[in-house]
């Protein structure tokens, strides 16, 4: 349940978005408030280094508090061997960044089938935020 916000309607609340986004993820993969954070930090920190400054400003007015999530993204130091990137490139249809983040994406326990479920359910949750545009940008770099 997202906590209200003392002193303000939550839906007004800045963080209210991004609160929302998460806890939808959570209820609907069926995942912890902690993979559901790491993730979706990790696929929005992938879709903002890859898209220009102008369209990240787009998806990032989507969800006011973008950064409070892409800050909860963790990091991986851990260089994967060169065969098992190819593997993880095809298993992610020919994305080679997304098959980078397999070690970061270990860390919150997700594994290739929710990593590709959260990609769906998070473009799903930009396009009804902020409309087909928002979500076409975000599909363009996470599928």
Request: aromatic content about 4%.
């Given at each position: 349940m997202i906590p209200e916000v003392?002193?303000?309607?939550?839906?007004?609340?800045?963080?209210?978005i991004a609160m929302e986004m998460i806890e939808r993820l959570s209820e609907q993969l069926g995942i912890s408030r902690r993979q559901a954070e790491g993730g979706a930090?990790?696929?929005?920190e992938?879709?903002?280094q890859r898209l220009s400054p102008g369209d990240f400003i787009r998806v990032a007015d989507t969800i006011p508090a973008i950064s409070d999530?892409?800050?909860k993204a963790p990091r991986s130091n851990r260089r994967l061997p060169?065969?098992?990137?190819?593997?993880?490139s095809r298993w992610f249809g020919g994305l080679g960044g997304l098959?980078?983040?397999?070690g970061a994406f270990e860390k919150?326990?997700?594994?290739?089938?929710?990593?590709?479920?959260m990609v769906d359910a998070l473009v799903d949750f930009f396009q009804e935020q902020g409309g087909e545009e928002v979500a076409a940008l975000l599909r363009?770099?996470?599928r």
């Open positions: 003392v002193g303000s309607s939550p839906i007004s609340h800045p963080r209210y930090g990790l696929l929005l992938f879709a903002q999530v892409i800050g060169r065969p098992l990137l190819e593997n993880l098959a980078g983040l397999a919150v326990g997700c594994d290739q089938a929710l990593i590709v479920a363009g770099v996470l």
